[in-house]
């Protein structure tokens, strides 16, 4: 990554929203979105691909970073 880069937007989390936000945002082609995400890998844990895994999830440490 260019420590010079300069971006139109920057974004916070790659989740559903944020994802779809920097997408809109960036599709035309006119800004430039650089979207920070934090956190482990959710490929490792099959609790975060199910919606009743999240009880589980809620107590875990590594992926309840409790902000």
Do not use: C
Request: charged share 15%.
């Amino acid at each position: 990554m260019d420590s010079q880069a300069q971006y139109d937007f920057i974004g916070v989390g790659a989740g559903s929203s944020g994802s779809v936000l920097a997408n809109r945002l960036s599709e035309n082609g006119k800004f430039t979105v650089l979207v920070f995400e934090a956190g482990p890998s959710d490929k490792t844990n099959m609790f975060v691909h199910m919606p009743a895994g999240m009880a589980s999830l809620m107590r875990s440490h590594k992926y309840n970073w409790r902000f």
